[in-house]
């Protein structure tokens, strides 16, 4: 009998014919060991983003949740409290309000690709993606220099999961404790001395004459920090892992850089960081055969919709001239990722100066460990040959 | 289901049927329909899905909220009374036949 674990090592390892199967045979499947039904295919999983009153993000957004974080952040509210809170946010991170974080983009990619020296490899994620990542938030949100360690150590721990217990384990949980605290300190040094950054901004805003309340702001800090860190850094090693991995692929963004940002397009496609993330039912729903029942949780596929063939023509080629418009890789609706114009253009920046530098690189590893996620999927060691 | 015909700013013409409750935007970008970018994913936060709507339709549409009408400032083209952004528009019955024209640039 078939069966999906989104906890197990094999499908954090490799998902892709798992979904596959979801989308021919169960395109409507209760996981049990999820404790929830996964949609796979990209129109059922479009429905489901454009249809937030049915699809509820009210009780937590992430496969397994973190206590005490659902309804005090955007992922995690509804619409209408959902559109001003995140109208407080959004100007600050369209395009064209991010000029600024181009030239320390490129000093910080720089300065640690620099630090590879003379090696002949190097780890993608801990000696280039993660440092650069935190780099640009704390960068964007001002914050002190002192906690960078930390602060990545935490962002990588409180997005896992426990593959056996299949739940966050204490750890985990420690991690997200960690970072709270750590955002609720920054916040009230903020509040007593509010600068012109991110953070500031928001913890200053009213909705409807209102302030956010604590939980919300300090909520949607340490979500914006795991978001920022984390989730970028994943999916950046993702995209050195398919550029190693395609060198043909590779070649035609050294020959013509300015492919870049359609590759970075793609790779969100073709395996996007963001792989599951999670809505509640806040009705019965009949779908392919199936009744889903008011107050069940349901897990949309990104990672299977974006290589569903009946959307995207051979899915499971890695082409990054295909321009995939309405990809999955940042969500959808009104939930669609806050950060898209910054990891947009901290990707675009970054693979430029790498791939100025290193235009022939391969893997050396075959076997990679992977993040023990239930949300998420990426290389917790990418080591890359350069020589 | 219903259609909805987009008209590209070169005058291209592009016949789509769209399930009700999705947006014009995904009608748009899953039909390569090349105006409309929908750079940000459908949340109303780029104002890169701007479209000029059919006269005969506007009366027809969903109200406006506050942060469209705020995104709506923002658009590369010139914003006109017949303005909106095409991802917070959702396909229904009575917007069949609906004919969006889309504007010179988005960004």
Excluded at chain 1, 289 to 318: C, H, W
Aim: some cysteine.
């Amino acid at each position: 009998m078939f069966r999906f674990d989104p906890y197990s090592p094999e499908v954090d390892a490799d998902p892709f014919p798992f979904y596959q199967t979801l989308r021919d045979e169960h395109p409507c499947f209760w996981s049990e060991e999820a404790n929830m039904w996964i949609l796979s295919r990209y129109a059922d999983i479009v429905t489901a983003l454009n249809d937030w009153e049915t699809y509820s993000s009210a009780q937590g957004n992430l496969m397994t949740e973190l206590p005490g974080r659902a309804g005090s952040t955007l992922g995690t509210t509804d619409p209408p409290r959902h559109d001003r809170l995140r109208s407080l946010i959004q100007m600050a991170v369209t395009k064209r309000a991010l000029d600024h974080i181009i030239e320390p983009a490129r000093a910080s990619i720089n300065e640690h690709l620099d630090a590879i020296g003379d090696a002949s490899s190097f780890d993608f994620v801990s000696q280039v993606a993660s440092r650069y990542t935190v780099d640009l938030l704390f960068y964007l949100f001002n914050m002190p220099e002192a906690s960078k360690q930390a602060v990545h150590h935490n962002a990588v721990l409180m997005v896992q999961s426990d593959p056996l217990t299949h739940t966050k384990g204490p750890e985990h949980i420690a991690a997200f404790e960690w970072m709270s605290d750590f955002s609720g300190q920054l916040i009230e040094e903020r509040k007593l001395a509010p600068g012109d950054d991110l953070m500031s901004q928001f913890i200053v805003a009213e909705i409807d004459g209102e302030k956010l309340l604590d939980r919300e702001v300090q909520m949607t800090v340490t979500t914006l920090i795991m978001a920022g860190v984390e989730s970028m850094s994943g999916f950046m090693s993702m995209m050195a892992l398919n550029l190693a991995d395609h060198p043909e692929q590779r070649r035609i963004l050294v020959d013509d850089p300015a492919c870049i940002s359609d590759a970075v397009e793609e790779s969100l496609r073709y395996n996007t960081s963001a792989q599951r993330f999670r809505r509640v039912l806040t009705r019965d729903v009949q779908l392919h055969g199936q009744t889903m029942k008011a107050g069940d949780f349901v897990g949309l596929a990104y990672g299977s919709g974006n290589r569903d063939e009946r959307q995207f023509e051979n899915p499971d080629i890695y082409d990054v001239t295909r321009k995939p418009k309405g990809h999955l890789g940042f969500g959808g609706g009104v939930h669609a990722c806050l950060g898209t114009a910054i990891a947009r253009l901290a990707c675009k920046t970054a693979f430029e100066e790498f791939l100025k530098r290193y235009p022939d690189f391969s893997r050396v590893e075959q076997q990679l460990p992977w993040i023990s996620s239930s949300t998420f999927r990426s290389p917790t060691r990418l080591e890359l040959s350069i020589r | 289901m219903p259609k909805v015909t987009y008209v590209e700013f070169d005058g291209t013409e592009t016949e789509v049927e769209l399930q009700e409750g999705w947006t014009l935007m995904q009608g748009a970008t899953l039909n390569g329909v090349a105006g409309v970018e929908g750079e940000c994913g459908g949340s109303c936060a780029c104002a890169t899905c701007h479209c000029y709507i059919d006269e005969a339709f506007l009366d027809k549409l969903p109200a406006m909220a506050e942060n469209e009408d705020e995104m709506l400032e923002c658009t590369v083209s010139e914003r006109k009374p017949s303005s909106r952004l095409s991802c917070q528009v959702k396909m229904s019955a009575d917007l069949d036949g609906i004919i969006v024209h889309l504007p010179e640039a988005q960004s």
